[in-house]
């Protein structure tokens, strides 16, 4: 299978509370809940893709807990100052300009926000 043919359709991610999980992507994040088995798991959508938060322990065929979710963003200091700055807990920055910047859900999970580059920026 070549890999030209992937597209990303979501990401899942286990929690040991889900009511706080849900509360973080819906409140800080605002992503909108689009599927969900209370107990058990909440999908969001996120553009042409989903974030699924899932309860640990529910799954038949659990993963490691390493993961990382990338966020493009159209203005990251709009982004930082919304979710609130003390919130981050790792960032970049290019020509004095922040290109991207970590903070962490309930869990540890890492979310890394990402500039979207326009295309001036490519260059």
Request: with cysteine; glycine share 6%; net charge positive.
């Amino acid at each position: 299978m070549s890999t030209r043919t992937l597209r990303l359709a979501g990401v899942e991610l286990y929690f040991d509370d889900l009511e706080a999980a849900k509360r973080f992507y819906e409140g800080v994040l605002g992503l909108k809940i689009v599927d969900e088995q209370p107990g058990h798991h909440a999908q969001f959508a996120s553009g042409s893709s989903f974030v699924c938060l899932e309860r640990k322990g529910v799954e038949a065929y659990p993963s490691r807990d390493k993961a990382v979710l990338f966020f493009e963003v159209s203005n990251l200091e709009r982004t930082i100052a919304a979710v609130g700055s003390k919130r981050v807990v790792e960032s970049a920055a290019s020509s004095n300009k922040r290109t991207w910047a970590v903070l962490h859900d309930p869990e540890g999970h890492n979310i890394l926000l990402l500039e979207k580059r326009t295309a001036r920026s490519k260059r």
